[in-house]
C-alpha cells in the first residue's frame, strides 16, 4: 500500500510461503456423525457445518425420500428409530400382498 507504515500481507509478490495452520471446524460432531454412520447400517449420516445440524438419509426402498434431522447426535438416533418404525407399520409386506389378476377374476366371478 502506498504510503502506509504497514508491512505486506503473506499474500503479497515478494513474500516467502508460509504455513497456515488448518482448522478443523467443529471436529468432534464430525466424528460422532461418521460413528453414527458405521453404527446405523440402513442410513446415511452427515453433520452440516452451516446449519450445525446432524442429517440422516434412509437407504433402503421407500415410498418416499426418508431425510430426518437434529440438533444433537442422540436426537438424530431417536427420530431415526422412529422414522423406522413409521415405515415399517405402513410399508405392506411381501407376503400381505395379492396379486392384482387374481383380485380381478374374484371380482369378474361375482359379477357373473
Do not use: K
Not at 507504515?5 to 513474500?15: A, E
Not at 461418521?34 to 446405523?40: D, F, I, M, P, V
Not at 430426518?68 to 436426537?75: C, K, M, Q, R, Y
Amino acid at each position: 500500500m502506498i504510503g502506509s507504515s504497514r508491512p505486506g500481507g503473506r499474500h503479497r509478490d515478494g513474500r516467502p510461503y508460509s504455513l497456515v495452520h488448518r482448522r478443523v471446524w467443529d471436529g468432534p460432531a464430525r466424528a460422532e456423525a461418521e460413528s453414527l454412520n458405521q453404527a446405523w447400517a440402513g442410513w446415511t449420516v452427515l453433520y452440516s457445518l452451516g446449519t450445525r445440524r446432524f442429517y440422516g438419509l434412509c437407504s433402503w426402498p421407500s415410498p418416499q425420500p426418508v431425510i430426518v434431522s437434529d440438533t444433537t447426535a442422540e436426537g438424530l438416533e431417536r427420530r431415526m428409530r422412529e422414522a423406522e418404525t413409521l415405515l415399517t407399520l405402513r410399508m405392506p409386506t411381501a407376503e400381505g400382498r395379492r396379486p392384482a389378476g387374481r383380485r380381478r377374476l374374484r371380482s369378474a366371478r361375482r359379477a357373473a
